[in-house]
């Protein structure tokens, strides 16, 4: 029994566990993720490349694992600029009530309506050499709408709660009741939303990437799952192992928020 309690409080820290793995990984694995060997094309796992190699000999753990740490890094950015932006403009409107909630869940209602992958795409067709800068730039103008959705419904529920009116009742303005009690109670919930926009971004990279709007050094898994897919038959371990390194990346980013939940 104790041993199944403390297996369970272990749990949610497997995530993180997972992400400080690939980040030491990236950092240790000294082959660079752009250098070439033809003569290497996709050689199959070996002692000198543990997972083998990608088109034009290069070598697959070191760009796997830099190619993960910057899907991190760009979905993790993006997942905060929407917490940071839209969490407080959700529940700011439900305590304000009136035109300004109205006007902050349609627009929430319009993002959200059209697919963030169509936008993205949409716009970096527009752009001669998009980089991961322009990515960033397209996630970050939609990823506060679920944000703000979130913390709209929560606040609504909040502003009528016991805590909030005792609060009224001494004297605090609005603002104060806002950043004292409506903010901290939204973070539960607004933890999970972090970890599902953040998972997101990581698909959503990696598949732009996969049809060519991808970053022009092709450092990334969506370019790693077109390698894969495009020699399947002579080399089936660079796709088993980039879908892999996909799944795990998207999948330990949502399970995060769990351990942030608590």
């Known amino acids: 029994m104790k041993a199944s309690s403390r297996s369970a409080r272990l749990l949610p820290a497997a995530p993180l566990a997972v992400l400080v793995l690939a980040s030491t990984l990236a950092v240790l694995v000294t082959a660079s993720p752009t250098k070439l060997s033809p003569d290497a094309s996709f050689y199959p796992p070996g002692s000198g490349h543990?997972?083998?190699?990608?088109?034009?000999?290069?070598?697959l753990a070191a760009l796997l694992a830099n190619a993960s740490l910057r899907a991190?890094?760009?979905?993790?950015?993006?997942?905060?600029?929407?917490?940071?932006?839209?969490?407080?403009?959700?529940?700011?409107a439900a305590m304000r009530r009136g035109a300004l909630e109205g006007a902050v869940?349609?627009?929430?209602?319009?993002?959200?309506?059209?697919?963030?992958?169509?936008?993205?795409?949409?716009?970096?067709?527009?752009?001669?050499?998009?980089n991961r800068m322009h990515l960033a730039c397209v996630f970050a103008l939609t990823s506060w709408a679920p944000f703000a959705r979130?913390?709209?419904?929560?606040?609504?529920?909040?502003?009528?709660?016991?805590?909030?009116?005792?609060?009224?009742?001494?004297?605090?303005?609005?603002?104060?009741?806002?950043?004292?009690?409506?903010?901290?109670?939204?973070?539960?919930?607004?933890?999970?939303?972090?970890?599902?926009?953040?998972?997101?971004?990581?698909?959503s990279e990696a598949s732009l990437s996969f049809v060519g709007f991808g970053p022009p050094d092709g450092v990334s898994l969506g370019a790693a799952l077109d390698q894969g897919v495009s020699a399947m038959l002579r080399a089936p371990h660079v796709l088993v192992f980039s879908a892999l390194a996909v799944f795990v990346t998207s999948t330990t980013l949502l399970s995060a928020a769990r351990v942030l939940r608590r």
């Open 150 to 203: 979130l913390a709209l419904s929560e606040a609504r529920v909040l502003r009528a709660a016991g805590f909030v009116e005792a609060a009224r009742a001494l004297g605090l303005g609005e603002a104060k009741i806002l950043v004292r009690h409506v903010l901290p109670n939204l973070f539960g919930t607004v933890a999970v939303q972090l970890g599902a926009t953040a998972s997101a971004v990581v698909l």
């Open 50 to 59: 543990p997972l083998g190699c990608g088109e034009g000999g290069v070598d």
């Open 105 to 130: 869940a349609r627009a929430c209602d319009g993002l959200q309506a059209f697919p963030t992958f169509l936008l993205a795409l949409t716009v970096l067709s527009a752009i001669r050499h998009p």
């Open 72 to 92: 991190i890094g760009l979905a993790v950015g993006v997942a905060l600029v929407g917490l940071v932006v839209g969490s407080p403009l959700g529940a700011l």
